[in-house]
């Protein structure tokens, strides 16, 4: 199937190298990732540039994926095999200075490398929100509060306990940390949180089948295909339990139990809930350089902080400069398959751009 | 009458046909921020007077919103005034003044300037 895709989908190598060009992408997560693999197929010389010492971005950092429970990394590496280092990849830089010169970009790196390209791609992403914000909800205050990625790392490690080393007995999930919170700054949906709480609530299931597992959530956004499927194997076969609540506070007890405090809205009454682990689902913020970026290209953030679009229907993947394109988180939260999916329309966009 | 051996109960359906909301628009009016309530329950939640009684803020706005007043004028002076609510309110909602506001109105019969 790879090599019909490789010989149908790309122009030969020896057709286009003598218009080839070259394309700055900022960020290396999986939209950066699979751009450069896109782009440099066309025959363009991409310069892959990253501010961590890894390339993969917060994909990287996670266990299994929704709605399928494939293992992360197997779909990164299938990413990074497709792009078979064809970019050049430059770790531990970021934009230190950019100017235009008539069509091209000139580069200053923070290692004070210079590139010229003919056009950039921004794919800087998102940064995931920082749950010590929510002092109430007492991440790094009580021992067992955790996040949705400290969660994900225990699955990794194979290690899910809590703070004393025993199994937990009765858990819970709560929806919405950073989100939809004018309180914090943040009054959009990060989209990804209602499924992996669904997902993770299925895992702790598998794990530890005699765990009580609670979702406490203010809507439960199943929107996409396969996601409901989920939600009924949660209710069904290992019996979560949903309460439409947003929590008000958490405490501990002498134990260290966590100590929980919502309404039950559906019941209209108080509701208290002790817990052995609490795992606050943070979500997804504009990436903390952002703004910087912003100052260095002339870009142009929304009011949520996330980069406008020349038009969110028809050209989202046009910045507000020309010759600069943007994909992925950088624009909003997405899923991963919407994520390559307009990763891989501004890399067809960008070769149009760069031959015409 | 004659006494047919039952009686008929009043409707309880939230008619939306024949109930309309006038105190909800005039609650609009003195505090716009009511209208961004999603009910999520986080005042109910941290609140003092519903952990005792059946004062729930998160269910009086719904009601008022249905044009159901008589529902909740019995309870909406149970609330202290303490605030909590506010500063746990994600949406920015400005609970106290609407409690105020709902307060006055039911039992002094007016909404103030």
Redesign the interface.
């Known amino acids: 199937m790879g090599k019909i895709s490789e010989n149908l989908n790309y122009p030969k190598i020896s057709v286009v190298v003598k218009n080839m060009k070259s394309i700055a992408i900022i960020g290396s997560g999986i939209a950066g990732i699979e751009a450069a693999s896109r782009l440099s197929k066309f025959g363009h010389k991409v310069y892959l540039i990253e501010k961590n010492s890894e390339i993969g971005g917060y994909v990287a950092q996670w266990d299994r994926l929704f709605p399928s429970q494939t293992e992360a990394k197997t779909v990164l590496n299938d990413l990074i095999k497709k792009l078979n280092n064809r970019a050049e990849v430059l770790t531990n830089v970021t934009v230190q200075h950019c100017e235009k010169k008539d069509r091209q970009f000139e580069l200053v790196l923070t290692d004070n490398k210079h590139l010229v390209v003919d056009a950039i791609l921004v794919t800087t992403g998102f940064d995931i929100f920082r749950a010590e914000r929510k002092e ?1 909800y007492g991440y790094g205050i009580y021992e067992n509060v955790i996040t949705s990625s400290d969660l994900e790392k225990m699955f990794a490690e194979n290690n899910v306990v809590c703070k004393n080393g025993e199994s937990p007995k009765r858990l819970a999930f709560v929806h ?1 940390v950073g989100s ?4 914090v700054g943040n009054r959009h949906c990060s989209k990804v949180c209602c499924a992996t709480a669904v997902k993770q609530a299925c895992e702790i299931k598998e794990l530890y089948p005699s765990c009580e597992v609670f979702n406490l959530y ?2 439960l956004r199943m929107f996409d295909r396969h996601f409901e499927d989920m939600y009924h194997e949660a209710q069904s076969k290992y019996h979560v339990n949903f309460i ?6 958490a405490g501990e007890n002498k134990e260290h139990q966590v100590i929980i ?5 559906l019941a ?1 009454k ?2 208290k809930l002790t817990v052995d682990l609490l795992v606050l689902m943070t979500g997804m913020e504009p990436c903390y350089l952002q703004k910087t970026i912003n100052s260095k290209l002339g870009l142009r953030s929304d009011t949520d902080g996330f980069l406008s679009t020349k038009n969110s229907f028809t050209e989202n993947n046009l910045s507000n400069a020309d010759g600069i394109f943007v994909a992925g988180t950088c624009t909003g939260p997405k899923t991963i398959p919407e994520t390559l999916a307009d990763s891989r329309a501004a890399a067809g966009l960008l070769n149009s751009y760069l031959m015409s | 009458m004659i006494n047919f051996g039952y009686q008929r109960n009043e409707s309880a359906t939230l008619d939306l046909d024949t109930t309309h909301s006038e105190l909800y628009k005039k609650l609009l009016d003195k505090e716009p921020s009511a209208a961004t309530c ?10 003092s007077a ?2 005792f009684t059946d004062f ?1 803020l ?2 009086i706005m719904l009601l008022c919103k249905r044009g159901d007043m008589q529902s909740f004028k019995p309870i909406i002076n149970r609330c202290m005034v303490c605030g ?1 609510c506010q500063l ?5 909602v400005n609970t106290r003044n609407i409690v105020l506001i709902l307060n006055k109105y039911l039992h002094a019969g007016k909404i103030s300037k």
């Not at chain 1, 939809?180 to 309180?183: A, V």
């Open positions: 109430e919405c939809r919170d004018e309180k203010m809507d439409r609540g947003r929590l008000s506070e405090k919502t309404e039950d809205t209209g108080p509701l | 999603i009910s999520c329950g986080t005042c109910a939640a941290t609140c519903g952990q729930n998160r269910k909590k746990a309110c994600p949406k920015g």
